[in-house]
Structure formats: C-alpha cells, structure tokens
C-alpha cells in the first residue's frame, strides 16, 4: 500500500509540478511587462508571443550548448578515462545487454524455483472429476 501512495505522489510531482511552475513563471513574466492579468486582452496578446518564442528560444540555446561541450554522459566517461569518441555509444551498448542478461536471469532463476510448482498446478488442471 505504501508503494502505491509513494509511486502517485510521485507521478503527481513529476506531472504536474512542472505544469504549474510554468504557470506561474508566465505569470510573473507578465507582471514585470506592466500586464496585471492574464486573462486580460493585452495579457492573451502577450501570452500568445510568450507562448511562440519560448520553443524558439529553447531550441536555439540546445543548439549553443551542444557546440563545442560535451553532454553530461560524455564529461563523466572522459573523467573515467574513456577518451575514444565511441566511448558513449559502447556505454549505452552494454548497459542494454546487462539489462537483457538481468532479465533472462531473473527469468531463468524464477522458472527454476517454480518449476515444480507450476508443474504441479498444471496436473490439477488435468484432473477430471470421475
């Protein structure tokens, strides 16, 4: 019961929290342009070029920061001495193979334990009333 409550407080905070301070940046936006309301006629005029220019913004500042610095994967495989440019790529690789292995052993360990059990589940379906 807990680990439900924990994982819908966390979709909620992880939902809609950003929602909201979005909201309220807008907001605070709007209110150091002189504009008091949002749901005023020069506040739906001005949320309108918010709402146009912030894509904008963000992709053009994606772009600057991907020039000439590395990601934040790239920074840490460098700092482990991992110098070659297909250091990242060889990283996702085997991060997704121990992943597949983890899961055909925890696949081969739980059809081992329960093996007998489930065969014997399966003979009692066979079972015909006489």
Request: hydrophobic share 50%; aromatic share 12%; with cysteine.
């Given at each position: 019961m807990f680990l439900a409550a924990a994982a819908l407080f966390l979709f909620v905070a992880l939902i809609f929290l950003p929602a909201l301070q979005t909201r309220k940046l807008?907001?605070?936006s709007l209110l150091s342009e002189g504009i008091a309301s949002r749901r005023s006629l020069a506040g739906q005029d001005q949320l309108a070029?918010?709402?146009a220019q912030r894509p904008v913004?963000?992709?053009?500042?994606?772009v600057e920061k991907e020039r000439g610095e590395p990601n934040a994967l790239e920074a840490k495989l460098f700092r482990a001495g991992f110098y070659q440019s297909s250091a990242p790529a060889v990283y996702t690789l085997s991060r997704i193979a121990a992943v597949g292995i983890?899961?055909?052993g925890c696949y081969a360990v739980v059809h081992r334990k329960f093996q007998e059990?489930?065969?014997s589940q399966w003979q009692l379906c066979l079972v015909l009333p006489a």
């Amino acid at each position: 019961m807990f680990l439900a409550a924990a994982a819908l407080f966390l979709f909620v905070a992880l939902i809609f929290l950003p929602a909201l301070q979005t909201r309220k940046l807008v907001s605070q936006s709007l209110l150091s342009e002189g504009i008091a309301s949002r749901r005023s006629l020069a506040g739906q005029d001005q949320l309108a070029k918010i709402a146009a220019q912030r894509p904008v913004d963000a992709y053009f500042r994606s772009v600057e920061k991907e020039r000439g610095e590395p990601n934040a994967l790239e920074a840490k495989l460098f700092r482990a001495g991992f110098y070659q440019s297909s250091a990242p790529a060889v990283y996702t690789l085997s991060r997704i193979a121990a992943v597949g292995i983890g899961f055909l052993g925890c696949y081969a360990v739980v059809h081992r334990k329960f093996q007998e059990f489930l065969y014997s589940q399966w003979q009692l379906c066979l079972v015909l009333p006489a």
